[in-house]
């Protein structure tokens, strides 16, 4: 087989063969197809697509492309959640330990942040010692002992999805939809699970900007997840305001803190948590509906049990479990700046996208992978769309180090405000739930 | 400018700007642009096509990318003539002289054979002591002595199109109607022209095999030509059965210098040549009409100043002008081998490709670009489409060096030969003319 024949054969928008996929993941992985030809590629297949068999065989071969997960023996069912990403969409840090709580085991890869999005793991490391960085044994007991870790990805996991995602990114192949789903799917399938449940985010801070994207994104995941044998149900959620009421490391721990010690000052956040907890727990087959899963989320709060497991997991993983009771414990920003509203209204709209680059102006972010974080970083905001604001209330507090990065923030999350005369109607978290095998 | 922006516009089929284009072709030549992003730059290309703006300014860009023939001071017209390439197209080696010989400066940049279709300068290099490889102040000495110069491109003439053309190859985007028409004449504009006729070529043994595209082709060079301010004519012609009586090296150069001395035993050879000749001294202003161009081309063959035009270029460039009077000082084949007709009948069909086949078993091409070549093997071929054979009938001698490859290309040549019993309709070899100025 030649790596040009499959190029040429991608060009003819043909569909490869299982064998010709694996000798396109293989020869990414080890190095013998030069860049030049994966990029070549890699755009034929962003202009020309993949069908769900293409794409299922891409997942497998580069998950078989390193070595998966072996979490054998443990017993099932396994159940991982991801989230394409948005600005205050910290839930993993709640979820998984509820899930964990409800008797499910839940072994959570995780990502980091780049641009005006967080990633769960930095969110982690915001804890005073807490690691993330964890061998596979160590996972595996954790996982035996309370049914819940949180990690990085190891390294051997799906090299030939890091090569593709590296050369993805610098060849304006990122938007391709069959690539962004083999990519998602192959981190996921290497780590064993029997079900997964997956958060669509759309709107200004979402990688699907447009809902009927989203709504595609959805369905070609939620379809290749089945035919790699992998129960999964997808949860398009709204993603044009940040979600909760916090934007940083410390302060998006501090808002799972806080919900899952009962507080309901986050209704957004809070749905967000029932709804893809509810559907943990179907598909892992402990209640028999969504809707019994949320209730048993509900209580699994209540009664505390969800905020045990988060702090046994801290205490686990080498954390300080005293963040859980006293967040002066948590990283914190030296300064603070409050933004006022410049006149009466109602929220309209806080773009969730400008309020995520406001976050980076604060050092919460990174521009670049190379970037250091400051872990105290980020917003509080006291008002979201649909609040009524007077002239001067304080919409936001801004939290950072450097006067003249509050400074440039504060401007930018007023950019982010929308002020109207009338109420905004204001949408669903939830916007639709997919699950065709339900 | 940042190359991923070029990448992402093209991929979402929007035009470039000539700055844009600018920016493109510097980063191929001076290595900026790694390999990847460029591959993937191509193929977007190579999906969404680039408009005669672009190419336009692709082509500008390209030739200015390296330094140009300084032919100023030179008397006008300059004009070259291009071939897309074919099996038994020696054509330039009797056309450069001739249209010389009728006045015009002709400096012919040529190329070398790859795959079943030969190379002019291969060709030429068959002349013992025939040099190629000249410094411009030779080439611009030559034209002004006797008007005719038949070299290699210079090292740094378009660079740009060098790495993108070597790219291409590796990379499936050889195709590209866009690229292949900058590529052409990002090389023929560097040569300070004022008009070119081109012969595009269709049919098996052309790279346009399908008469259709060959036609929007020659459009697409001569509306990019007109935009670079060059005069131009597209002649396309066919290439379903090789062109005039001989394939292979050293044997082209025998057909032209016979064509040169007034044979007519291969019609389609001279029609293609007389056809170019009339458009080369209407384009270059020495005739009114393309017709009367042919007729004068047709008195500079019966006087014999075509033909002293050749032999005063061949000891011009160091060869030996006796080839022209005595063939046996040429290179030759140390064995030959006759093909026979399996059956009576009319010849149907040679395809042009599976002879270029033959050639290539015999030693008379490249498979690859570091092959030696055997300037003396080739085929003479004594049927061609339209001719009756009785069996036994010898329809073609083969030349080569090995007993095996004359095996194997007599098999290859008898594929090639299609026998039926009805006389078949003749193609003529002219199909079309496209000249919008004329």
Tied chains: 1, 2.
Aim: glycine share 10%; net charge positive; with cysteine.
């Amino acid at each position: 087989m030649r790596f040009l024949d499959l190029i040429v054969k991608k060009r003819e928008a043909l569909s490869h063969t299982a064998e010709e996929i694996r000798f396109i993941a293989r020869s990414a992985a080890d190095g013998t197809a030069p860049d030049y030809q994966l990029a070549s590629w890699l755009m034929a297949v962003a202009l020309n697509g993949m069908d769900t068999a293409e794409t299922v065989a891409m997942t497998r071969e580069m998950a078989a492309s390193g070595s998966r997960l072996r979490l054998k023996g443990l017993r099932s069912p396994k159940i991982d959640k991801h989230s394409t990403g948005g600005v205050g969409d910290g839930v993993s840090i709640a979820l998984a330990p509820l899930a964990a709580a409800a008797g499910l085991v839940v072994p959570m890869m995780s990502g980091r942040g780049l641009g005006h999005t967080g990633g769960t793991l930095d969110k982690l490391e915001a804890i005073p010692g807490f690691k993330v960085g964890l061998p596979e044994r160590r996972i595996k007991r954790q996982l035996e002992a309370i049914g819940v870790c949180m990690f990085a990805a190891t390294k051997d996991l799906a090299p030939a999805d890091r090569k593709l995602y590296r050369l993805r990114d610098a060849t304006g192949t990122v938007e391709s939809l069959p690539l962004i789903v083999s990519s998602i799917l192959s981190k996921k399938l290497a780590e064993d699970l029997d079900a997964l449940v997956l958060d669509v985010k759309t709107g200004s801070g979402a990688f699907f900007t447009e809902y009927a994207r989203a709504e595609v994104g959805a369905q070609a995941l939620v379809a290749t997840a089945r035919g790699l044998g992998l129960k999964a149900a997808a949860i398009i959620t709204s993603m044009d305001q940040p979600l909760g009421r916090f934007v940083g490391n410390a302060l998006e721990v501090r808002q799972a803190v806080e919900v899952l010690q009962g507080e309901t000052t986050a209704p957004d956040y809070l749905e967000c948590l029932l709804v893809l907890g509810g559907w943990m727990l179907k598909l892992g087959g402990a209640v028999r509906t969504a809707d019994e899963g949320r209730e048993r989320c509900e209580g699994l709060i209540r009664s505390g049990a969800a905020f045990r497991r988060f702090k046994e997991m801290v205490r686990f993983q080498g954390g300080d479990p005293k963040v859980a009771d006293d967040f002066g414990t948590l990283p914190k920003a030296s300064s603070s700046l409050p933004v006022r509203a410049p006149r009466s209204g109602f929220v309209r709209g806080l773009s969730a996208r400008t309020v995520g680059h406001a976050a980076l102006l604060l050092g919460a972010g990174r521009a670049r992978m190379e970037d250091d974080l400051d872990y105290g970083a980020g917003i509080r905001m006291e008002k979201k769309t649909g609040d009524r604001v007077r002239k001067g209330d304080v919409v936001a507090t801004l939290y950072g180090s450097s006067a003249s990065g509050l400074r440039e923030a504060a401007k930018k999350y007023l950019e982010a405000l929308e002020l109207g005369a009338r109420p905004a109607k204001v949408q669903t978290v939830v916007r639709k739930i997919l699950c065709p095998a339900a």
